[in-house]
């Protein structure tokens, strides 16, 4: 097992198209998250998957975004309607249940340029 | 609402010196305190936690102190090497409908010099 994966590493979008990236974790992890991250910031939490279940969503996950995690291993973002202000990194993470101490596994993200 | 905080967006230390890169929480119940490490175009990677409950972890060159009443944690990086250039997040977790979830700082970049 080589890490978390994520595809593309880069796209390039116009404004108004959609976009979906891909995920995937470590085989072992039943964990994984979705954060973004902007010039300047540190990553921001978008949402959780437990196995295939949704659990939790940021306030910051527009009705634009969507999520999903069929069969607890692979996970796909879609952004519809792209703006501007989605350009970003969009990291994924996975873990194991106990790893409070050991931390998440990124990805080395998703960058997004929405001209 | 800035839960955590790195108020020093960058850091410049000789090769061989100690690096000091500090770390402001509000949120009492955070539980657990990560570092990540970032370099360009990788995503963030863990290197050094420590509990809620203790005040100082060690690994290696790196050693993370933690003040509860000051809300307040530290890395420290001795000796300094130039491969350590990079990003350092603070993070900070709590337990949320069964997981941790992760809190980060907006980051300190850290520039060894030779």
């Known amino acids: 097992d080589t890490g978390v994966s994520q595809d593309p590493r880069h796209k390039i979008t116009k404004r108004g198209q959609n976009v979906t990236f891909r995920c995937d974790p470590i085989s072992e992890h039943n964990r994984l998250y979705w954060y973004r991250q902007t010039l300047g910031q540190g990553p921001e939490f978008l949402t959780y998957?437990?196995?295939?279940?949704?659990?939790?969503k940021s306030r910051l996950l527009s009705d634009r975004f969507s999520a999903e995690r069929p069969k607890g291993s692979f996970s796909t973002l879609e952004i519809q309607r792209t703006e501007q202000g989605d350009s970003a990194m969009y990291l994924c993470a996975s873990s194991l249940p106990g790893d409070s101490l050991y931390g998440y596994t990124f990805g080395s993200g998703t960058r997004l340029t929405v001209v | 609402d800035q839960q955590v905080k790195q108020n020093s967006p960058s850091l410049s230390v000789q090769e061989g010196r100690i690096s000091i890169l500090n770390c402001d929480y509000t949120?009492?119940?955070?539980?657990?305190f990560l570092w990540y490490k970032k370099y360009p175009a990788e995503g963030p990677t863990f290197l050094i936690s420590i509990s809620s409950i203790k005040d100082k972890n060690e690994d290696g060159r790196f050693t993370v102190f933690l003040n509860k009443s000051a809300k307040h944690l530290s890395l420290h990086i001795v000796p300094s090497q130039p491969g350590d250039s990079a990003v350092y997040f603070c993070?900070?977790?709590?337990?949320?409908?069964?997981?941790?979830?992760?809190?980060f700082g907006t980051g300190t970049k850290l520039q060894v010099i030779p």
């Open positions: 949120n009492s119940m955070f539980d657990y």
């Open positions: 993070a900070a977790s709590e337990g949320s409908g069964g997981y941790q979830k992760v809190t």
């Open positions: 998957f437990q196995n295939e279940a949704q659990l939790e």
